[in-house]
């Protein structure tokens, strides 16, 4: 039962992650895409937005979809986890804790579910398992 709930919480985590880089990079599900992406990572100060705004969505694309699958599980979490620490500190930690007023609770959750799966190892479902 162990491997099947890790595996439900990076497949989870993969979908929001990959699903956010694609708002990003390519303007899906009701994104921005790159444009409007570097647009607002200049507004906070991410320079040179364009570039940060790349990186930020290939972070999310590539971390993703490594923490999803189980490969270098580990190298996938830091990835993310790296990424949701600037998302807090440049855009939610003034905001407060709670999601409705805009801070960070929603970060918090999947920080807390990135570092206990990378902790825990990612389970028997996972291409780490296999190598």
């Not at 899906?28 to 940060?52: D, H, N, Q, Y």
């Not at 855009?91 to 825990?120: I, P, R, T």
Request: aromatic share 12%; proline share 1%; glycine share 18%.
């Amino acid at each position: 039962m162990l491997d099947t709930g890790l595996l439900i919480i990076r497949l989870v985590i993969a979908f929001i992650m990959m699903g956010h880089a694609c708002k990003k990079l390519f303007g899906w599900f009701g994104g921005e895409g790159l444009s409007g992406t570097a647009a607002f990572f200049g507004a906070i100060g991410l320079k040179p937005a364009r570039v940060m705004a790349v990186c930020g969505g290939l972070i999310e694309l590539i971390g993703g979809f490594l923490f999803g699958v189980g490969l270098w599980t580990i190298v996938g979490a830091i990835l993310l986890v790296i990424l949701l620490l600037v998302a807090i500190t440049k855009v939610h930690a003034g905001k407060g804790l709670w999601n409705m007023n805009g801070g960070f609770e929603y970060h918090l959750v999947m920080l807390g579910s990135l570092l206990g799966v990378a902790f825990a190892g990612a389970g028997a479902y996972s291409f780490d398992a296999l190598i």
